[in-house]
C-alpha cells in the first residue's frame, strides 16, 4: 500500500462501514466485490483485489474445467486463507438455427470481403459454457467460498450440490421480480444491477433477448432507482452494481440499501486485467455517452463502447443469432482488425462511468475506493 493511499492511524481505528453483513457473510475487509468479467478477468486481478481488502472473484464461464481448476489454485496460493468468488453463466444452450445462421454470415459477408476472408468459410463457434454438472464437480473439489451465477440460477440438483459445499450462493437480478425470484430460491445475497453496468444484462425473467429488443432495453432500470426497491423486497442483503467507479458511488449505493458494491469497469484499466490493446485505448477515451447496449457480439444484450460496426449493422439487431452463438462469425474479423490496431469488431465492454475509475494497480485501487469512501461517510473520524 503506497503512503498516498494510506489512511492515519487515527482514521483506520475509528472509521466503520455501516453495514457490515456482506463482511461478515463473505469474511472481508471492504464492502467491494470484483465483477467477474469473463475474458477480462485473470487470477491476477482477483489476487490483487483480494489483497486490497475486496472479494476475488474469477469469471468461470469462459474457461475449460482443467484451465479453471489452475485459475482457482493460481489464486488459493497467491491470496491463503482469503475467500474467492467463482461465477458462472445459467443460460440454456440455443437450438441450432442454420438458417439465422446463415442469415448472419450473409449480413457480415461484406466485411469479409474488405478484408480479404472467406465468407463462406465456418466460423468457430461461440464461446461460454453454461454451468453443468462437470462444473459442479469441480467447485465440490475447490471449494470455493462464493458461487455467484448470471443469467439466474442452475437446475436446482446442481443449486442444492453447491449449497452443500458451504459455498455462498448469490446471482444478478435487472427487477425487483428477479431478485425476489432469486431470494426465493435460496441465494445468500443478490447483485442488483442496474442499466449503467457494463458487459452483459443479467436479465434471465421475461423477453429480454428476444422480440422487441430495443422496447424490452427501454424499461430496463437504472442503478440508483432499482437498488432501493430491490433493498426494500427482499431480506438478504443487496449488491449494488453498475455505475460504479469511484467512492461517491459506493457511499451512494450504501446510502440507498446497498450492503456493498460489485464493481468491474474501474478494474478493466488495472495492469493485471487481460484486455487488448484497443479495449484499452478505447475505455481510455470514453465519455459518458461513449456505451450502448449491443447484441451483436454474444447474441445477448450487453452494455460496451460504440464501434463501427454496432454503428453501421445498428447495436441491437434481430439478425444475430442466440447467445452465445454470434461472435462466432465476427471472430475473423475482429482478429483482422486488432492486427491493424482497430477495434472495429472488438467487443469493448465498459460501464457509462468508465471515466471516473482511477488509473491504479488493483490493489491500490481496492483501497482507495474504501478509504475514500470510508472519509465520506466517517467525516469526523
Not at 483485489?49 to 479453471?68: C, F, I
Not at 469479409?112 to 462437470?134: K, N, S
Request: aromatic share 6%; proline share 9%; with cysteine.
Amino acid at each position: 500500500m503506497t503512503q498516498a493511499t494510506r489512511p492515519p492511524e487515527s482514521f483506520q481505528q475509528t472509521a466503520r462501514w455501516p453495514d457490515r453483513r456482506i463482511l461478515d457473510l463473505f469474511g472481508i475487509a471492504h464492502p467491494i466485490l470484483l465483477g467477474p468479467m469473463a475474458g477480462a478477468g485473470t487470477p491476477k486481478l482477483a489476487i490483487a483485489v483480494g489483497e486490497g481488502g475486496g472479494l476475488a472473484s474469477l469469471p468461470g464461464a469462459m474457461y475449460q474445467p482443467n484451465e479453471l481448476r489452475a485459475a482457482i489454485e493460481e489464486v488459493r496460493a497467491g491470496l491463503p486463507g482469503r475467500p474467492l468468488n467463482v461465477n458462472f453463466f445459467c443460460h440454456t444452450p440455443p437450438t441450432p438455427d442454420p438458417v439465422r445462421m446463415m442469415g448472419w454470415r450473409t449480413r457480415l459477408a461484406p466485411y469479409y470481403v474488405e478484408h480479404g476472408l472467406d465468407p463462406q468459410a465456418t466460423p468457430p463457434a461461440g464461446g461460454r459454457a453454461p454451468f453443468d454438472a462437470t462444473l459442479c464437480a469441480l467447485v465440490e473439489e475447490t471449494r470455493p467460498e462464493v458461487v455467484s451465477f448470471h443469467f439466474g440460477l442452475p437446475d436446482p440438483a446442481l443449486l442444492a450440490r453447491v449449497k452443500a459445499t458451504g459455498a455462498k450462493v448469490i446471482s444478478s437480478a435487472s427487477t425487483v421480480a428477479e431478485a425476489r425470484w432469486l431470494e426465493a430460491r435460496g441465494c445468500d445475497a443478490i447483485i442488483a444491477m442496474g442499466l449503467e453496468a457494463g458487459g452483459h444484462r443479467a436479465t434471465f425473467l421475461g423477453n429480454d433477448v428476444a422480440g422487441d429488443m430495443a422496447g424490452d432495453m427501454s424499461r430496463q432500470v437504472g442503478t440508483f432507482a432499482l437498488v432501493p426497491q430491490v433493498a426494500d423486497a427482499v431480506g438478504v442483503p443487496v449488491i449494488a452494481a453498475g455505475g460504479i467507479a469511484d467512492a461517491r458511488g459506493i457511499v451512494a449505493a450504501l446510502a440507498l440499501g446497498a450492503s456493498a458494491v460489485q464493481v468491474g469497469t474501474a478494474f478493466l484499466l488495472c495492469p493485471e486485467a487481460r484486455i487488448p490493446a484497443v479495449h484499452r485505448a478505447a475505455l481510455e477515451a470514453a465519455g459518458d455517452d461513449s456505451t450502448a447496449l449491443t447484441n451483436l457480439f454474444t447474441g445477448r444484450p450487453a452494455r460496451g463502447i460504440m464501434n463501427r460496426v454496432m454503428r453501421e449493422v445498428g447495436p441491437l439487431s434481430a439478425d444475430a443469432p442466440a447467445f452465445p452463438l454470434a461472435g462466432g462469425a465476427l471472430a475473423p474479423l475482429r482478429a483482422a482488425a486488432e492486427a491493424e490496431g482497430r477495434d472495429d469488431f472488438t467487443n469493448l465492454w465498459a460501464g457509462q462511468a468508465a471515466r471516473l475509475a482511477p488509473r491504479l494497480p488493483a490493489a491500490d485501487l481496492t483501497r482507495k475506493l474504501a478509504i475514500d469512501a470510508l472519509a465520506q461517510l466517517n467525516p469526523s473520524a
